[in-house]
């Protein structure tokens, strides 16, 4: 049971430059969830899903992009990144919002 | 929003020392969980704990959701005690996710 996994672990992006991120989980979860955390902050929620094919905008959405076209898979998307999007990403997934919430080992990207 | 606050914001202990990290939060909530972020960056649960108490070896958590707090003790700390202690909520309205704190960074000291 892998849990959360978070696909690429490291990346470093010129500026303009697009990428998507993967989340996979194998827990059956409805809900899945993007966020990110700089430094001195706690983590801050990008887009969330809310089941297959759904999303929704959460507090810092803009410049991102996310799909939720399989139940197991929430994809997140740069399309032309942005020094400011230098951070840490997590991924989590519950089965319903006010369930236990599983996150995946994070994403550090660096946009130069 | 919902605003979660948390305190003490650093803190350093002695190893062998109890602590108390504290959890406010400003609406009423239907999930609370205490994270553990590693050196490594790792986020591990610690508790999920909308109300009551719980007891996992050395950490025990307290939610007194009425009067809208939640706090984590620290027993016998160790250095692997060593990291940051989040706290997130779920407002008790509506499908919202977790909003997280700003953490408790700790350090203990052999």
């Known amino acids: 049971n892998a849990g959360v996994t978070q696909t690429p672990k490291f990346r470093v992006l010129k500026t303009g430059q697009s990428m998507t991120l993967l989340c996979a989980q194998d827990m059956n979860h409805e809900y899945m969830y993007w966020y990110r955390q700089d430094p001195g902050m706690g983590l801050r929620l990008i887009h969330y899903s809310v089941g297959e094919g759904t999303t929704a905008k959460g507090e810092v959405p803009d410049g991102y992009n996310v799909s939720r076209l399989k139940k197991q898979n929430f994809l997140l998307g740069l399309e032309s990144a942005a020094p400011s999007q230098t951070s840490v990403y997590f991924c989590a997934s519950s089965y319903e919002v006010d369930t236990e919430a599983f996150f995946g080992q994070g994403t550090r990207l660096t946009v130069v | 929003g919902i605003q979660v606050e948390q305190s003490p914001p650093d803190l350093i202990l002695q190893e062998g020392a109890n602590s108390t990290l504290r959890c406010n939060f400003s609406d009423s909530v239907n999930n609370l969980q205490w994270f553990h972020q590693n050196p490594w960056g790792q986020l591990i649960n610690l508790f999920y704990?909308?109300?009551g108490t719980k007891q996992n070896g050395r950490l025990s958590a307290t939610t007194v959701a009425t009067e809208r707090y939640s706090l984590l003790y620290i027993s016998s700390s160790q250095t692997t005690d060593s990291g940051v202690y989040f706290c997130?909520?779920?407002?008790?309205?509506?499908?919202?996710?977790?909003?997280f704190g700003k953490g408790t960074r700790l350090s203990v000291i052999a």
């Open positions: 997130a909520v779920g407002r008790n309205s509506g499908n919202t996710p977790l909003v």
């Open positions: 704990i909308p109300s």
